[in-house]
């Protein structure tokens, strides 16, 4: 029996496929998805399925001094235990094996625990094939030519992991047993995750450090007959042009005397054509800096692009290169699409060319082509609408690297006006030529008339405009992986996930990523004590020890041991520093989660986690003062930089996935509610018939809570507990309209004044019941993103009801449900949870 092994469950599915002429059945062993077909049995990996780490009596944190760690044994564990014992059992039949994970060097580390796990139970020949689509002409290629694993390839990867496990670990424990913080809240340090927090926070430090300087700009509309165009106000300088005056005093005069002027004469006008060249072809970099611009972050946008791998529809999308390779020919690939309902016609168009020149980049590298459509068109039912966006830019990027240049006409006038000049840029897309199979760039347009020099034209509404020069942006994701890859920070497959990390960790919060306090003390500690965990060149240096070992001039042993040296030595100087450091880092939490001064004694008022875990605002100096304000009890509290003028609080915004809202000054929140009345809107069901058994005149009012959310309830609270939900957002309307069944009057929720399609809630007692039937029906289409059709492939990989669904493997369940990936699954997962935890 031949055993074949993938990197993941669906590419093993894709592989049997292809392979067995669509002939091969399933059967589950241990859990474990096995394709067999003749004497072929493949099975997918997830990824790693062994991990490196120290052995057990490692594990306690305050058993072990962290620098300890620096020359502890590495030993190799299962990370996927069924996996391991599937993949073993199948060993022991199999006569020969071909290992057809992914083509690169994490594929080939992967491959290699593979390879090893099958050693230990036999020792038949194992081949390696290697492929950048899973499509049926490179697979059935790659298996016809097989090769061998790659040992150095391999070793290389295996350093980086063990680097990776001793500084992260070893730092990781000293940084949060020196600040006191163990369990959950621990304090990580990681060799990618320290630098790219470094890069993070130097950005924030130039924005603090950023001392705007003023200035004024100055236009004028300009009337060629009666079209009006803007134009600025400059001046020349040694041939250069500025349109910021720095003086005030030079710029009102500037002002006066263009407000002067009824006319300008032309005094310019050039034309210049601009040629805009196509893009070069995807690296994973590119492709994920388009995809944000289609909404996506960077981690979503890696997942959709390796589902769409895994099923054969582009090529593999961790890759550097940006030249297409010799047997990419263009005019077949366009062929596959010229008969599509979508993409037919610019296809067609494209063919028409007299001749097919792609563009290319800097970076030609053999492993991997650029990210391209395979020819295989999914059909668009088959495919979420992340995924089909992502295909379609993948095929229109593809399209566009093949197409024209487009022309843009560029037209400059400059006018004199009472002694003040003035200019106006135009520009006109004049051949559109990419742009018209790739709609992701702009090809907006701005209007100037065509005039002719010493024209004279009318001049109104001058207009002076006060600014001030802006401190540098913060970096979006896209932005930050960019800079990432050109400082070699991390490697194509890994830096979506380590920004995700960031996050999770409470490093940075936000979009674009704003460093938190804690974040800017662990590197500070970083770069006082351990600067070459923070510092690229460590990253730089390991990736040439990394090439060292490929080449095979040193092996793994050589590298990781003058890691360990260099480690231990920084543990030489951090020993006398604990102390200090973690006072630091306490500092720094606290500072996180501080809101202002406490109204009654002055002390620093913060967020605080009760025992039963909710969260709430207490003061510093408790037990002296017990003054607190409550929280929202839905999402988990940040502190913003907004500031309450009224109370010197900051705002706090509630972080709950989709329903993270901003709560605001508690403070506020607290003196509305106890600044507004209860609305009655009628009798309470449960205590108001004073005529029936129990019944006390109660009444149902729209109550306003101290915690910012509001309610209708009884008017005998806390005796009668009788409550409704209301929604926390929107301004509550009482309408004339009554409830016949209830006797209450409907509702209509408004966001403010001029809202035109309001929110009609109606009787709240119908409301709500509304609102249950909803949630218990099967539940599972209440979650974002579920329609009827996902609701019976969830039913048929067994998942019936949201109970299911928060049961499920998401792993297992991703690999049975065709177009569903893992991490949409664990989204509603966690919508499935939250909703249990608002019941
Ligand atoms: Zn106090
Ligand atoms: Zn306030
Ligand atoms: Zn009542
Ligand atoms: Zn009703």
């Known amino acids: 029996m031949e055993l074949i092994v993938t990197e993941k469950d669906n590419a093993a599915r894709r592989i049997a496929e292809i392979l067995s002429g669509d002939s091969a059945s399933t059967e589950r062993r241990n859990g474990v998805n096995v394709y067999r077909w003749g004497d072929k049995r493949c099975v997918g990996l997830s990824g790693h399925v062994v991990g490196v780490d120290f052995p057990a009596e490692y594990a306690d944190w305050r058993d072990v001094q962290p620098v300890e760690l620096v020359d502890a044994e590495i030993v190799k564990t299962p990370t996927q235990e069924n996996i391991v014992r599937t993949l073993k059992e199948l060993a022991k039949g199999a006569d020969e094996a071909t290992i057809a994970t992914d083509y690169d060097r994490e594929g080939e580390l992967i491959g290699k625990e593979a390879y090893e796990l099958i050693r230990e139970e036999t020792d038949i020949p194992i081949d390696r094939v290697r492929f950048s689509s899973i499509t049926e002409n490179e697979v059935t290629e790659a298996f016809e030519n097989p090769d061998d694993l790659d040992f150095d390839l391999a070793a290389a990867g295996e350093a980086r992991q063990i680097i990776d496990l001793l500084w992260g670990a070893a730092l990781t424990r000293f940084l949060s047993l020196s600040a006191g913080q163990l369990g959950d809240d621990f304090i990580s340090v990681g060799r990618v995750q320290s630098p790219t927090l470094k890069l993070i926070v130097d950005r924030e430090r130039e924005i603090q450090a950023f001392d705007p300087d003023d200035y004024w700009e100055l ?127 610019d296809a067609d168009s494209l063919l028409d060319a007299d001749e097919i020149e792609p563009t290319e980049g800097d970076e030609e590298t053999t492993d991997h082509p650029p990210i391209h459509p395979t020819g295989e068109i999914p059909d668009r039912d088959d495919l979420s609408d992340d995924e089909w966006e992502v295909y379609e830019l993948v095929v229109r990027h593809f399209f566009a690297t093949v197409a024209d240049p487009a022309e843009w006409e560029h037209l400059k006038v400059v006018a004199d006006a009472n002694g003040c000049l003035l200019k106006a840029n135009g520009k006109r897309l004049v051949d559109p030529g990419y742009h018209e199979v790739y709609p992701y760039r702009s090809t907006s347009e701005n209007y100037v008339p065509d005039v002719e020099e010493s ?214 929140k607290a003196d509305e509610a106890d600044e507004t009345d209860d609305e009655i809107i009628g009798v309470c069901p449960e205590c108001g018939d004073t005529s029936a058994a129990g019944g006390e005149g109660g009444d149902l009012a729209i109550k306003r809570l101290r915690n910012g959310s509001r309610l209708v309830g009884c008017t005998r609270y806390p005796e009668c507990e009788y409550s409704l939900p209301l929604p926390r957002r929107g301004d509550i309307e009482v309408t004339e309209d009554v409830c016949q069944e209830h006797d209450l009057p409907h509702l209509l929720v408004t966001d403010g004044e001029d809202d035109e399609d309001p929110w009609e809630l109606g009787c709240p007692i119908c409301n709500y019941a509304e609102y249950r039937e909803r949630q218990t029906a099967s539940g599972l289409e209440d979650l974002d993103g579920i329609g009827s059709k996902t609701v019976e492939k969830l039913a048929a990989a067994g998942i019936d009801s949201l109970e299911d669904l928060r049961g499920a493997d998401t792993e297992t369940v991703a690999a049975e449900i065709q177009g569903v990936s893992e991490d949409r699954l664990r989204e509603w997962q966690a919508q499935a949870n939250a909703s249990v935890a608002a019941d």
């Not at 004469?265 to 492709?287: G, H």
């Not at 990781?560 to 939490?589: C, N, P, V, W, Y």
Request: net charge negative; charged share 30%.
């Open 219 to 345: 236009f004028a509309d300009l009337l060629k007959g009666d079209t009006a165009f803007e134009a600025q106000y400059f001046t020349r300088e040694d041939g250069t042009e500025n349109e910021r005056v720095w003086d005030e005093t030079a710029a009102s005069e500037a002002f006066e005397q263009l407000q002067g002027a009824r006319e300008a004469i032309v005094e310019s006008v050039r034309r210049r054509t601009r040629t805009d060249d196509p893009p070069e072809p995807f690296n994973t970099t590119q492709y994920i800096s388009s995809a944000s611009s289609i909404g996506l972050s960077a981690q979503k946008a890696m997942s959709v692009a390796e589902e769409l791998y895994t099923a054969g529809y582009i090529t593999y999308p961790r890759t550097d290169n940006t030249v297409y390779p010799d047997d990419l020919d263009p005019e077949t690939l366009l062929g596959a699409f010229t008969d599509h309902y979508l993409f037919g016609e």
């Open 455 to 668: 024209e004279v034209l009318n001049i109104e509404d001058a207009r002076i405009e006060a600014k001030q020069t802006q401190p540098p942006r913060r970096r979006g994701q896209s932005r930050l992986i960019q800079e990432m890859s050109d400082l070699g920070i991390g490697t194509k497959s890994t830096r979506h996930n380590t920004l995700q990390k960031l996050y999770d960790r409470g490093y940075i919060e936000s979009d674009p990523p704003r460093p938190t306090k804690l974040a800017i003390a662990v590197v500070e500690a970083a770069e006082k004590f351990a600067d070459r965990i923070v510092d690229e060149e460590m990253t730089a240096q390991l990736e040439a020890d990394m090439r060292t070992i490929v080449d095979g001039e040193k092996d793994l042993e050589e590298v990781t041991d003058d890691s360990r040296a260099m480690l231990e030595r920084i543990f030489g100087e951090l020993h006398d520093s604990r102390a200090e450091i973690g006072e630091h880092l306490r500092e720094s939490m606290k500072a996180d989660r501080t809101l202002g001064p406490c109204p009654d004694c002055g002390e620093s008022l913060l967020v605080r986690r009760s025992r039963q875990g909710s969260y709430f605002v207490g003061c510093d100096g408790f037990p002296d003062c017990r003054y607190t304000l409550p929280l929202p009890n839905q999402g988990e509290p940040t502190v913003l930089d907004e500031t309450c003028s009224e109370h010197d609080l900051k705002h706090v915004k509630m972080l709950a996935g989709r329903s993270t809202f901003v709560h605001g000054c508690p403070q506020c």
